[in-house]
Each structure stands twice: as structure tokens, then as C-alpha cells.
């Protein structure tokens, strides 16, 4: 029982910690996937609007921080505890799951903070 309660205090100010870290910053590239129909417009693609519809509400509960397009891709930069939290968010997503698009989902060191605006 000694042993036990030990253990327990030597783990538990380690998961205390761990629930109270701050969040990290984490950007996610979508290409499109097998899925993806090129005969169709963005809008008409099986999976999309859900897609937008997540989106939206990532936006709103403010994990989304921004989002851009690049050439093929898009991007969004995301707030969450850890890589694997961060993983769950996006790939519970409809358009994931059903294969429209891929997703990557990499740990994000800003070296240089800023603020992105679009130009006017």
C-alpha cells in the first residue's frame, strides 16, 4: 500500500501537469483526396458542406487561429493541448473521414509572431 501511495505522488503532479499546459499551436495542409470528384465545383462535392460546417464551428469556438490557400492546399493553424488532441479535432472531420480530402497535422514553432492581414 506504501509503494502504491507513492507511485500515485510521484504521478500524479506529472498528469496535473500535463491537463494544465498551455495550448500549442498546430497547422494542418489539406490536399484533396481519392474521394474528390474534379468533374465538380468545390460547393458540389459529397462531403463539403459538412466540411465548411466544421470548419465554421472550429472557427467560433476559437480553435482555428487562421486559414489560408496555397496553390492546391489549404492550410489552417489550430490551438490544442497536444499533437494527438490536435489529430482527433481534424480527423473526426465528415470530409476526413470520407476520404475528400487528406489532412497533416504538424506541431507548429512560430519564430517569428506577427499578424496576418489580408492585403487591401
Same mark, same amino acid.
Given at each position: 500500500m506504501k509503494n502504491l501511495i507513492v507511485i500515485l505522488c510521484l504521478c500524479l503532479p506529472g498528469?496535473?501537469? $500535463?491537463? @494544465?499546459?498551455?495550448?500549442?499551436?498546430?497547422?494542418v495542409t489539406y490536399?484533396?483526396?481519392?474521394?474528390?470528384?474534379?468533374?465538380?465545383?468545390p460547393n458540389e462535392q459529397q462531403w463539403f458542406k459538412e466540411h $465548411?460546417? @466544421?470548419?465554421s464551428t472550429l472557427?467560433?469556438?476559437?480553435i482555428i487561429k487562421a486559414g489560408a490557400r496555397y496553390?492546391?492546399?489549404g492550410i489552417i493553424v489550430v490551438t490544442a493541448k497536444t499533437l494527438n488532441s490536435a489529430k482527433q479535432i481534424i480527423f473526426a472531420d465528415a470530409a476526413i473521414?470520407?476520404?475528400?480530402?487528406?489532412?497533416d497535422v504538424q506541431k507548429l514553432n512560430v519564430f517569428y509572431e506577427g499578424c496576418l492581414e489580408r492585403p487591401k
Open positions: 498528469l496535473t501537469y $500535463s491537463q @494544465n499546459q498551455p495550448d500549442s499551436l498546430y497547422i490536399t484533396t483526396g481519392p474521394a474528390w470528384d474534379v468533374n465538380k465545383q $465548411s460546417a @466544421n470548419l472557427r467560433k469556438e476559437g496553390a492546391d492546399k473521414v470520407n476520404k475528400l480530402f487528406v489532412a
